[in-house]
């Protein structure tokens, strides 16, 4: 038989036996037809469901790809970067809705931040200083050490720097934070301009227990906490500012503020010999080895700041007052006179006064002995030829008057002024500085300004130099 027909006989008996099961149910008054209807209804409504669900998938599909489409024609167009912001606000919707960490960046998990400038200076001066960048003195004019008025120019971007702050969070009872910072305020000889070596600026680490606080690692000196608003290369290091920056552990302790006064104490004990690198008998007889003076002493020095903050006759200011001291030592190899040991240190006051609304007045003062290391008499600390430590007396003063916003203005004196009976001919007798200055904020991080000096430097026996330093500057912080 064919297999069509063989199909059509079996389809043919299903039926008859479905039509006879259907009569006999009928025969008894079964519901069974109802009850069959009633479930192809079921599955009937199920399947328009499973529809529709079907139909609102598709319709999301294409709206999908018409966003797509749209996306495409926009990056065709040239306008992808509409597109990009707005995948860019996706992205940070998303972020801002997870829990930020840095354990995929520092293995530490600690919160990193980073800071610092780019600055451009173009730097004049009428005669010749010692360097045309960083500059600690003039060379001395009226001898054939160099032509008068033999004016120098530079461009320079050696001020650009670059700084990480950590914050490690709570470490027991202590808030413990860190800082590294450089720039390439350096001359290492034979590299080039373009080549500026980094400086290390600062590395340290902070614990902070409220009122007491413990610093490790290398930071300002505790002494000298001013600056000037003019010299940013040295700060007019060796003509009136001291302080540097160096290896030490520091500590300090600030009382709570009662009755708008704040007293604070700040101690350090720090490494000598780290600024100037100074080693007065070096190759010296009967030794082969020679060591820096100030590692030699076999100690290090210490420093000590008292301070006192208080609210001013100006309503909303804030003054401040300190006294500070140095104690150093330096020990040579061979005598000089006087021995090998030479004592290093430097007693000081600082100011820091509103005068008006938008007018302060700030400068330091200061005396001391063998104060090379710390930038003081001009960097000349011993006269080998009698064995004296150098005295000297500086310091500098500035008036800050801030403009608008946007412009302030800045002028001021400084001066190292080492005793002249203990120097010789040769030696630098009086460095002084007399400046105006001008700073504009451009806004987002943009500034300029320009500073223009009276720099004068006498020398013993050789006259004096004198010059006009202009230096004009741009600088984005960020």
């Known amino acids: 038989m064919r297999p069509s027909l063989t199909c059509s006989l079996v389809a043919s008996l299903i039926l008859i036996h479905?039509?006879?099961?259907?009569?006999?149910?009928?025969?008894?008054?079964?519901?069974?037809?109802?009850?069959?209807?009633?479930?192809?209804?079921?599955?009937?409504?199920?399947?328009?469901?499973?529809?529709?669900?079907?139909?609102?998938?598709?319709?999301?599909?294409?709206?999908?790809?018409?966003?797509?489409?749209?996306?495409?024609?926009?990056?065709?167009?040239?306008?992808?970067?509409?597109?990009?912001?707005?995948?860019?606000?996706?992205?940070?919707?998303?972020?801002?809705?997870?829990?930020?960490?840095?354990?995929?960046?520092?293995?530490?998990?600690?919160?990193?931040?980073?800071?610092?400038?780019?600055?451009?200076?173009?730097?004049?001066d009428s005669a010749r200083a010692d360097n045309a960048v960083?500059?600690?003195?003039?060379?001395?004019?009226?001898?054939?050490?160099?032509?008068?008025?033999?004016?120098?120019?530079?461009?320079?971007?050696?001020?650009?720097?670059?700084?990480?702050?950590?914050?490690?969070?709570?470490?027991?009872?202590?808030?413990?934070?860190?800082?590294?910072?450089?720039?390439?305020?350096?001359?290492?000889?034979?590299?080039?301009?373009?080549?500026?070596?980094?400086?290390?600026?600062?590395?340290?680490?902070?614990l902070d227990f409220g009122a007491l606080g413990l610093r490790v690692g290398q930071d300002w000196d505790v002494i000298s906490p001013l600056q000037p608003s003019?010299?940013?290369?040295?700060?007019?290091?060796?003509?009136?500012?001291?302080?540097?920056?160096?290896?030490?552990?520091?500590?300090?302790?600030?009382?709570?503020?009662?009755?708008?006064?704040?007293f604070g104490i700040r101690a350090s004990a720090g490494l000598t010999g780290s600024i100037a690198n100074e080693d007065f008998d070096v190759g010296a007889s009967p030794?082969?080895?020679?060591?820096?003076?100030?590692?030699?002493?076999?100690i290090p020095h210490g420093q000590l700041r008292l301070s006192g903050a208080f609210d001013s006759w100006v309503d909303g200011r804030r003054g401040e007052i300190g006294v500070w001291g140095y104690l150093g030592a330096l020990e040579t190899d061979v005598d000089f006179g006087r021995g090998r040991h030479v004592t290093s240190w430097v007693v000081g006051f600082d100011w820091t006064l509103p005068l008006l609304a938008h007018l302060d007045f700030s400068g330091q003062i200061w005396r001391g002995a063998a104060l090379g290391d710390i930038r003081g008499g001009i960097g000349q600390s011993i006269n080998v030829a009698t064995g004296h430590a150098i005295s000297s007396t500086g310091g500098f003063a500035?008036?800050?008057?801030?403009?608008?916003?946007?412009?302030?203005?800045?002028?001021?004196?400084?001066?190292?002024?080492?005793?002249?009976?203990?120097?010789?001919?040769?030696?630098?007798?009086?460095?002084?500085?007399?400046?105006?200055?001008?700073?504009?904020?451009?806004?987002?991080?943009?500034?300029?300004?320009?500073?223009?000096f009276y720099w004068e430097t006498q020398w013993v026996g050789l006259g004096v130099g004198n010059m006009v330093r202009v230096d004009a500057y741009v600088q984005l912080t960020f």
């Open 18 to 124: 479905v039509l006879s099961q259907d009569l006999a149910a009928q025969k008894h008054g079964t519901d069974e037809p109802n009850s069959r209807l009633k479930l192809i209804e079921k599955q009937n409504a199920e399947i328009l469901r499973q529809n529709r669900e079907i139909m609102r998938r598709l319709q999301a599909s294409e709206k999908k790809n018409r966003e797509l489409e749209a996306e495409i024609t926009e990056l065709r167009d040239g306008e992808g970067e509409a597109l990009a912001s707005r995948r860019l606000e996706r992205a940070v919707s998303s972020v801002e809705a997870q829990e930020v960490t840095w354990r995929g960046l520092v293995p530490s998990g600690v919160t990193l931040s980073f800071d610092g400038m780019i600055r451009l200076d173009a730097y004049y």
């Open 134 to 206: 960083i500059p600690f003195f003039v060379l001395p004019e009226e001898t054939t050490t160099v032509r008068s008025n033999d004016d120098q120019f530079a461009f320079d971007s050696r001020l650009t720097r670059l700084g990480l702050s950590v914050d490690a969070g709570h470490i027991g009872d202590a808030v413990v934070t860190g800082r590294i910072e450089f720039d390439f305020t350096n001359f290492v000889p034979g590299v080039q301009e373009s080549r500026a070596t980094p400086t290390l600026r600062l590395a340290y680490i902070d």
């Open 230 to 262: 003019v010299h940013p290369e040295a700060i007019l290091w060796n003509a009136g500012n001291l302080g540097d920056r160096r290896p030490q552990v520091q500590v300090r302790w600030e009382s709570s503020p009662e009755g708008g006064f704040v």
């Open 287 to 298: 030794f082969a080895s020679s060591e820096r003076d100030g590692f030699d002493a076999g």
């Open 398 to 452: 500035e008036l800050r008057w801030q403009v608008s916003d946007d412009v302030s203005l800045h002028g001021g004196a400084s001066f190292d002024d080492p005793d002249s009976e203990e120097l010789s001919a040769g030696f630098r007798d009086l460095n002084w500085t007399a400046y105006l200055g001008c700073l504009v904020d451009w806004g987002g991080g943009l500034s300029s300004g320009v500073d223009v």
